[in-house]
């Protein structure tokens, strides 16, 4: 059975960091992608960072390059995604998914899905 367990969101003041993990199972790590998205109320689900084992390519959304950072532990099937400096505009559900070989910043190629984690980013 595949899964994505996502964990580490919270509650943080402007300016602040969190620290994002996305543990998969059930499939073989070494040849997907693992892409973290958000979706904030009333917006599309938007695409913020991959990494793909398979190939070492990775992606960030413009507005969060310079503040997240993406690493994989290939070892623990482990994806985490640094997010420092931290806006109320990062504010949203953050899912982590999974798609074979390469990154894509679009959600409709992503195979698996977890149930996301809630970060919320006060002023």
């Known amino acids: 059975e595949v899964q994505l367990v996502e964990s580490g969101g919270g509650l943080v003041q402007a300016g602040g960091s969190l620290r994002l993990s996305c543990v998969a199972s059930g499939f073989t790590f070494d040849d997907y992608a693992i892409g973290w998205f958000r979706q904030a109320p009333g917006k599309e689900r938007e695409g913020v960072s991959c990494?793909?084992?398979?190939?070492?390519?990775?992606y960030y959304l413009d507005s969060v390059k310079g503040r997240f950072t993406i690493s994989s532990d290939d070892a623990r099937n482990t994806v985490t995604l640094q997010m420092n400096s931290l806006k109320p505009d990062d504010t949203a559900v953050y899912y982590c998914a999974a798609k074979w070989r390469q990154c894509s910043a679009h959600d409709y190629p992503y195979d698996y899905w977890g149930q996301g984690t809630q970060v919320t980013v006060s002023s």
């Open positions: 990494i793909s084992s398979a190939d070492g390519g990775t």
